[in-house]
């Protein structure tokens, strides 16, 4: 059994970076998290062996559709007149800054981390069912 907090870590790790970057690996018998990034020397795996059914690779954030998608799940519901200004938005580098720009003058920003956070609670438990994984709070 995992803590489930120890599970939304390992999630933002591997999602704190771009995609293939960073990784962590449950192992669903101990509960245990090992990570990994390429982007530096940090590296708990070492000799471990990953294989075998017990073992499972945390997602990232684009695994369990929780980038582009949810901000326009979110816009949708919170900003429906802004829809379009988002999606020209989202064409060019630097979209969730500009994304969290608009958030901010529209007094939204709060609202919108409230729903990531719930959305990315939500997809994690599903994601823990989907795989067999039991997990605590």
Same mark, same amino acid.
């Given at each position: ?8 870590? +390992? $999630? ?6 771009? &995609? ?13 998290? $090992? ?12 000799? =471990? =062996?990953?294989?075998?059914?017990? @073992? ?17 799940? $979110? ?14 938005? $989202?064409? #060019?580098?630097? +979209? &969730?800054? #500009?994304? %969290? ?10 609202? @919108? ?7 990315? #609670?939500? +997809?994690? %438990?599903? @994601?823990?069912? =989907?795989?067999?994984?039991? @997990?605590?709070?």
């Amino acid at each position: 059994m995992v803590k489930f907090s120890d599970l939304e870590d +390992a $999630f933002l790790f591997v999602s704190s970076s771009p &995609y293939g970057m960073n990784s962590a690996y449950l192992n669903k018998e101990t509960g245990q998290i $090992f990570y990994h990034s390429e982007m530096s020397d940090y590296d708990e795996i070492g000799d =471990e =062996e990953l294989e075998g059914d017990q @073992w499972l690779s945390i997602p990232h954030q684009n695994d369990l559709d929780l980038g582009q998608q949810l901000v326009f799940e $979110f816009v949708e519901t919170h900003l429906n007149d802004k829809y379009e200004q988002v999606r020209q938005i $989202f064409r #060019r580098p630097g +979209a &969730y800054g #500009r994304f %969290k720009d608009l958030l901010g003058t529209r007094n939204q920003l709060e609202t @919108w981390y409230e729903f990531e956070n719930q959305r990315t #609670r939500e +997809a994690l %438990k599903e @994601w823990c069912e =989907e795989n067999d994984v039991e @997990w605590s709070d």
